[in-house]
């Protein structure tokens, strides 16, 4: 009882500043702030999901062309980056240059080269070539986008005909939509839907460009 009773006093205080977290980001729409990258970045955080699911979702083999919308320090990159090496690369971009500051220091830290950090709102015109990469992905980036469907048009502009898009979400962010909802945003700016993996909890769910 005596470990019982604090246990269950954080897990309510987790909650409330759970839901407390929800309801700020239903009204007041900001980029996760940079200041958050380590936890982003943390081995717990990669267990519960693990940077090698968007590798697998994918079926990334070396030399593909990849971007990820919303990179933050790089906790999926890296994985990424290894995976179409040789010859392939990743353009990692994110509307804040210090989480790309962050990912930079993780880069370098690796030693990966092929990796090109982006600045960009991905809501706007991204400075990559009309159908110039074969894959592209999020994870937990879409629902803290106010325009997600232009972000989508975006990525779609982006990929080649047949390329893939992933998006992956995970309940713990105070942004998590259901799975129907990234479906119905996907559906909008006009991709395909193929497959999900895992459940409505902690999911990648997978799109292409017919
Ligand atoms: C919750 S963090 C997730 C970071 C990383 N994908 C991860 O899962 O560790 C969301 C990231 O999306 C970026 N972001 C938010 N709005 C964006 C936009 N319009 N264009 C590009 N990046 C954006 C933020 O700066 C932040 O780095």
Redesign the pocket.
């Known amino acids: 009882m005596w470990i019982e009773l604090p246990l269950l006093i954080v897990i309510v205080i987790l909650l409330y500043i759970f839901v407390i977290l929800k309801v700020i980001r239903r009204v007041w729409h900001f980029?996760?702030p940079?200041f958050?990258?380590r936890g982003?970045?943390s081995r717990p955080?990669k267990r519960i999901?693990p940077p090698r699911m968007l590798v697998e979702a994918l079926g990334l083999r070396p030399g593909a062309i990849v971007a990820?919308?919303?990179?933050?320090?790089g906790?999926?990159t890296i994985d990424v980056a290894k995976a179409v090496s040789p010859n392939g690369h990743v353009y990692a971009?994110?509307?804040?240059q210090g989480?790309l500051d962050q990912l930079q220091s993780n880069i370098d830290r690796e030693h990966i080269a092929n990796v090109y950090p982006i600045l960009?709102?991905?809501?706007g015109r991204i400075p990559l070539d009309e159908e110039s990469v074969d894959f592209i992905y999020?994870?937990?980036?879409l629902p803290?986008?106010p325009d997600r469907i232009g972000?989508l048009k975006e990525v779609r502009r982006l990929l080649k005909s047949g390329g893939l898009y992933a998006d992956a979400e995970l309940v713990f962010?105070p942004?998590w939509p259901l799975p129907r909802t990234v479906k119905k945003w996907a559906d909008a700016a006009g991709f395909s839907f193929k497959k999900q993996l895992g459940s409505f909890l902690r999911y990648v769910l997978v799109f292409s460009k017919e």
């Open positions: 980029p996760a940079a958050i990258g982003l970045n955080r999901q990820e919308i919303g990179c933050g320090p906790t999926f971009i994110d509307i804040q989480m960009a709102d991905a809501s999020s994870v937990t980036v803290e986008i972000a962010d942004d």
